[in-house]
């Protein structure tokens, strides 16, 4: 699923975010933040060595935030570099959008699926997120948008998933589509699951039917995305295997008065019987251990505080929310936290964002790669 929810709020906050971006101390290599260190609340004083932390003080170094710290944010679903469905990359647009995740303290995403193959820069440039992703989306024949991702018979599937992980470490396979396709087999799921793995890589997972959701349990995907219409009684599985589910929360309860609205239809009776229900779900899954990741999957990109307040109104404990955003999803990404030799991302705020949520929308500072890239003004 991929909305294109707009707000003006987020706009100007990414835009004045940009004016008082870390004024007179863009370029610093030494960096230094102290304070509350989440998620364990230990005062910490932190020196970025390089794009490394540090106890050790560096000489030379610039103090750029104090209060309560944040291991750099994570949006563990987008899709940045075009701006409608089945549009070819844009790498200027690629970019902008790249920046938008940066001002909302964004420092580490993950992309289950890109219009099309990254510039160089991507994931690796100082002024944009560190970056996970699956290549271009595999599907199977008539099913997801026309001008995005590559088409697969069953049998081509779990060599073409495993080549592109491979590459990037992932591959994302859309197992169902629209009411009424034929979802993916589960014997070709795990057949995919089984080649991935064995080329050392991860399989993400596209689902919002019954059939798809109950396939990608049954064949122990690494990661679930959306979720919706999933049978609750598949959560126990998923935490027992390690299978995170990535709801996209606010993406589609967003979607609930577009769709309230429309004429009555089997897609309108699927997406409301499912949407309806999703935030229930979500907790639900949260509640019996499942690994719950944040992803916004929506246009304008740097919406991660927005699935963060998702997740807490659906009855997430604010602290496992913003794990979500952050240290429960860096770990699952391969990255640490704010302890010496981690990479150096923080976010800081004045006070605790769980005790008040007001906070995520404005950072006092943000750190990507021991630079401080956003400062408020």
Same mark, same amino acid.
Do not use: N
């Given at each position: 699923?991929?909305?294109?929810?707009?707000?003006?709020?987020?706009?100007?906050?990414?835009?004045?975010?940009?004016?008082?971006?870390?004024?007179?101390?863009?370029?610093?290599?030494?960096?230094?933040?102290?304070?509350?260190?989440?998620?364990?609340?230990?005062?910490?004083?932190?020196?970025?060595?390089?794009?490394?932390?540090?106890?050790?003080?560096?000489?030379?170094?610039?103090?750029?935030?104090?209060?309560?710290?944040?291991?750099?944010?994570?949006?563990?679903?987008?899709?940045?570099?075009?701006?409608?469905?089945?549009?070819?990359?844009?790498?200027?647009?690629?970019?902008?959008?790249?920046?938008?995740?940066?001002?909302?303290?964004?420092?580490?995403?993950?992309?289950?699926?890109?219009?099309?193959?990254?510039?160089?820069?991507?994931?690796?440039?100082?002024?944009?997120?560190?970056?996970?992703?699956?290549?271009?989306?595999?599907?199977?024949?008539?099913?997801?948008?026309?001008?995005?991702?590559?088409?697969?018979?069953?049998?081509?599937?779990?060599?073409?998933?495993?080549?592109?992980?491979?590459?990037?470490?992932?591959?994302?396979?859309?197992?169902?589509?629209?009411?009424?396709?034929?979802?993916?087999?589960?014997?070709?799921?795990?057949?995919?699951?089984?080649?991935?793995?064995?080329?050392?890589?991860?399989?993400?997972?596209?689902?919002?039917?019954?059939?798809?959701?109950?396939?990608?349990?049954? *064949?122990?995907?690494?990661?679930?995305?959306?979720?919706?219409?999933? !049978? /609750? %009684?598949? $959560? #126990?599985?998923? =935490? +027992?295997?390690?299978?995170?589910?990535?709801?996209?929360?606010?993406?589609?309860?967003?979607?609930?008065?577009?769709?309230?609205?429309?004429?009555?239809?089997?897609?309108?009776?699927?997406?409301?019987?499912?949407?309806?229900?999703?935030?229930?779900?979500?907790?639900?899954?949260?509640?019996?251990?499942?690994?719950?990741?944040?992803?916004?999957?929506?246009?304008?990109?740097?919406?991660?505080?927005?699935?963060?307040?998702?997740?807490?109104?659906?009855?997430?404990?604010?602290?496992?929310?913003?794990?979500?955003?952050?240290?429960?999803?860096?770990?699952?990404?391969?990255?640490?936290?704010?302890?010496?030799?981690?990479? *150096?991302?923080?976010?800081?705020?004045?006070?605790?964002?769980?005790? !008040? /949520? %007001?906070? $995520? #929308?404005?950072? =006092? +500072?943000?750190?990507?790669?021991?630079?401080?890239?956003?400062?408020?003004?």
């Amino acid at each position: 699923m991929i909305t294109h929810k707009r707000t003006g709020t987020a706009a100007g906050r990414h835009s004045r975010l940009r004016r008082a971006a870390c004024a007179g101390t863009v370029g610093v290599v030494i960096t230094r933040i102290r304070g509350y260190a989440l998620p364990s609340g230990e005062y910490v004083d932190l020196y970025a060595d390089g794009d490394r932390w540090t106890t050790d003080p560096v000489p030379g170094a610039t103090l750029v935030g104090e209060g309560w710290l944040v291991p750099g944010l994570v949006d563990a679903h987008t899709h940045p570099g075009a701006a409608e469905p089945g549009q070819p990359m844009d790498p200027e647009l690629l970019r902008e959008q790249l920046h938008q995740h940066v001002d909302a303290g964004v420092t580490l995403i993950r992309s289950p699926g890109l219009p099309g193959e990254p510039p160089p820069w991507f994931g690796e440039d100082p002024d944009v997120p560190r970056a996970r992703h699956a290549g271009p989306w595999l599907a199977q024949h008539g099913q997801f948008f026309d001008g995005w991702g590559r088409r697969a018979s069953h049998d081509e599937l779990p060599a073409l998933a495993a080549a592109q992980a491979a590459r990037t470490g992932w591959a994302k396979i859309i197992a169902d589509w629209r009411v009424g396709d034929s979802a993916v087999p589960v014997d070709v799921l795990r057949a995919v699951v089984r080649e991935v793995h064995a080329a050392g890589g991860r399989v993400a997972v596209h689902s919002q039917h019954p059939e798809g959701g109950a396939a990608a349990v049954a *064949a122990r995907v690494d990661s679930l995305e959306h979720g919706m219409c999933l !049978d /609750p %009684d598949l $959560l #126990a599985r998923m =935490a +027992a295997q390690g299978t995170a589910l990535t709801p996209t929360l606010s993406a589609i309860t967003g979607g609930l008065r577009r769709r309230e609205q429309q004429p009555d239809s089997p897609a309108r009776t699927w997406y409301l019987s499912g949407a309806r229900v999703h935030g229930a779900l979500t907790a639900a899954a949260a509640e019996a251990g499942v690994r719950v990741l944040a992803g916004t999957d929506s246009l304008p990109h740097g919406g991660i505080v927005a699935e963060i307040r998702a997740l807490v109104a659906t009855g997430v404990r604010p602290h496992d929310a913003l794990a979500a955003a952050s240290w429960k999803a860096r770990e699952y990404l391969g990255l640490g936290g704010l302890e010496p030799g981690a990479p *150096a991302d923080a976010v800081v705020y004045d006070r605790d964002p769980r005790a !008040d /949520p %007001d906070q $995520l #929308a404005d950072p =006092a +500072a943000v750190v990507l790669r021991g630079r401080c890239v956003r400062r408020r003004g």
